[in-house]
């Protein structure tokens, strides 16, 4: 409404890892059907970290554009949400703060639950802006998906960051004030401090992650938010994208509404398909097809996998400007959260659908071998080495000295 601040996402970037796995190249070596993975999981691929990224490397890659775009004025919090993080006491966003030369004049904080947080970091951002709205707030998720060798959710990994600059008066994102909560102490998934890999009962995480939708759509309704007739698309977190159709079928279920519950057809996962603006009569299409095509060959990102939906709707929806999103955000333990946007008039223009295909088709294949060699090699923080140079990203993690980590432009 005239006179009040608006809020939200003015620009967002994504960047993911060096390397990607060909789940046709898994299905082949496990003697495994393809379509497991390309049907049944809804995925085709996933991106694989080099040696020389982590997390902090992706994060800085996905910054650095919105960095150079619009400088550092106002920013002066950075918020990262991470389950993948490198350090059990400094935040992974000190690096990125030094890699990318931001001023001192700074918060630099890491936030953790599970793949959620992404989601209280862009909350916080908003309420900091609400009080300051000369601030910016820089909000990064960066994850690695890790899981055992030759466990269910093995197929399921995957590596990205989105990076987000939380402003007033956005260019791409208004976000609004109701939100519907739940949290629930659940043991589907989580990572003991001495495992690289996530522990996980698949089938309770799956039903956890729909009962946790049930009580945010619920508290949505009760904190007097929209009803589904007035959202006009609909993102989840997806940890695969078959999850966001089972998502989808749920909420269905829940509001009695038909909706669209088809994921991409024919499992090409070219994020060049363009399958938005399909008028056709029948459910109603919310943009589950559209807001898969970059995760189906990203993989899970854990924290940065709703935005990445996000990202991929943007980029191939030309239809949304002034339109509401409906975005669920899950984290397993658990933490859910509905809450809603509204699009900008002439997000259009900021596209990331060149760069974002580019990255995805540019990454480095691995063989099932060399992949699960780099799976299973691990660094001991306790011997000084230095990473050697693979990565063709912006910056690399360049070894360890003295039990503490090195970061370098490449
Ligand atoms: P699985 O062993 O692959 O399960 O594990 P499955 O044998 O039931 O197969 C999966 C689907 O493929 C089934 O379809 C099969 O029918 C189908 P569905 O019943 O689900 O509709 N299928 C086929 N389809 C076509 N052609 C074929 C074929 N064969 C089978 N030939 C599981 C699946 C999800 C359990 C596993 O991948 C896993 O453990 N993943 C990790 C956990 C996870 O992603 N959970 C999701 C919810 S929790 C969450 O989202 C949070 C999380 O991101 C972490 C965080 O918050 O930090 C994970």
Not at 44 to 56: C, K, L, T
Not at 209 to 220: P, S
Request: include cysteine; glycine fraction near 10%; aromatic fraction near 6%.
């Amino acid at each position: 409404a005239a006179g009040t601040v608006t809020i939200g996402i003015d620009d967002i970037e994504l960047a993911t890892s060096h390397h990607v796995v060909r789940l046709d190249d898994f299905a082949e070596a496990n003697g495994t059907d393809p379509n497991k993975f390309r049907l049944g999981l809804g995925q085709d691929e996933f991106s694989f970290p080099a040696p020389d990224e982590d997390v902090v490397t992706m994060a800085a890659a996905a910054a650095a554009p919105i960095i150079q775009r619009s400088g550092t004025e106002g920013i002066r919090t950075m918020l990262f949400a991470t389950e993948s993080g490198i350090d059990q006491s400094k935040a992974a966003g000190m690096a990125v703060h030094s890699l990318l030369d931001l001023p001192s004049q700074m918060r630099v904080v890491e936030v953790k639950e599970a793949c959620y947080s992404a989601t209280a970091a862009l909350q916080a951002a908003v309420g900091i802006v609400t009080r300051s709205p000369g601030q910016r707030v820089l909000v990064i998720a960066s994850d690695v998906a890790r899981y055992a060798l030759d466990s269910p959710g093995e197929p399921t990994q995957g590596a990205g960051a989105v990076a987000m600059l939380v402003s007033a008066d956005p260019k791409l994102l208004e976000i609004e004030p109701v939100s519907g909560l739940n949290s629930a102490d659940v043991d589907d998934f989580w990572r003991p401090n001495d495992s690289t890999t996530a522990i996980v009962d698949g089938a309770l995480s799956v039903t956890a992650y729909l009962d946790a939708l049930t009580g945010a759509w619920t508290d949505l309704a009760a904190q007097g938010g929209p009803e589904m007739a007035e959202i006009d698309r609909v993102l989840y977190h997806q940890p695969f994208t078959k999850m966001a159709k089972k998502a989808q079928v749920h909420l269905a279920g829940l509001t009695g509404e038909d909706l669209d519950t088809e994921i991409v057809a024919g499992g090409s996962g070219a994020a060049g398909t363009d399958v938005s603006n399909v008028a056709a009569a029948g459910p109603r299409d919310t943009g589950l097809a559209t807001s898969t095509l970059y995760n189906r060959r990203l993989g899970n990102s854990y924290t940065a996998s709703l935005y990445a939906g996000l990202c991929s709707l943007l980029d191939h929806d030309e239809d949304l400007a002034g339109k509401r999103i409906g975005l669920f955000s899950y984290g397993s333990g658990s933490v859910g959260e509905f809450f809603t946007a509204r699009v900008v008039p002439g997000y259009e223009q900021h596209s990331r659908r060149q760069a974002v295909t580019e990255a995805l088709d540019a990454r480095v294949p691995l063989s099932i071998d060399e992949y699960r060699a780099l799976h299973a090699a691990e660094l001991s923080s306790a011997e000084d080495v230095s990473t050697p140079k693979v990565t063709a990203g912006p910056f690399r993690f360049a070894g360890i000295k003295g039990r503490a980590r090195l970061y370098e432009r490449a």
